[in-house]
């Protein structure tokens, strides 16, 4: 059972930055496809963020891109999300998702129906 546990949110400054954790665990695969969304209260899932262990490669939907970087540890099985400069409107549940194989379609806007394993999600709330 692939579990991934999401760890970072929280209240933040606007201006400020965070960075979000995803552990995973459970899985037997030699690469994985980590990575993150963001859902706004009351919206679709936006695009997000990809890392695939097996070559290193990333990818950033268009909404993120210049905005985010993602990172992997693959020692720790754990994907991070840093985000600088927040605003309001970042605030929402940021969704952690991992599977056997990167299809970086998914990771775009209102994507990721086809992603196999979801973290529960980890709100973060940017203030003015």
């Known amino acids: 059972q692939v579990q991934l546990v999401e760890s970072g949110g929280g209240s933040v400054q606007a201006g400020g930055s965070l960075r979000l954790s995803c552990a995973a665990s459970?899985?037997?695969?030699?690469?994985?496809?980590m990575g993150w969304f963001r859902q706004a209260p009351g919206k679709q899932r936006d695009g997000g963020a990809a890392?695939?262990?097996?070559?290193?490669?990333?990818y950033y939907a268009d909404l993120v891109k210049g905005r985010v970087t993602i990172s992997k540890d693959n020692a720790k099985n754990t994907v991070y999300l840093q985000k600088n400069e927040l605003k309001p409107e970042d605030t929402g549940t940021y969704y952690c998702?991992?599977?056997?194989?990167?299809?970086?379609?998914?990771?775009?806007?209102?994507?990721?129906?086809?992603?196999?394993?979801w973290g529960h999600g980890i709100l973060v709330t940017v203030s003015s």
């Open positions: 998702a991992a599977d056997r194989v990167c299809d970086y379609g998914e990771y775009d806007a209102m994507g990721g129906d086809q992603i196999e394993y």
């Open positions: 459970g899985y037997t695969y030699s690469s994985v496809c």
């Open positions: 890392s695939y262990s097996g070559g290193g490669s990333t």
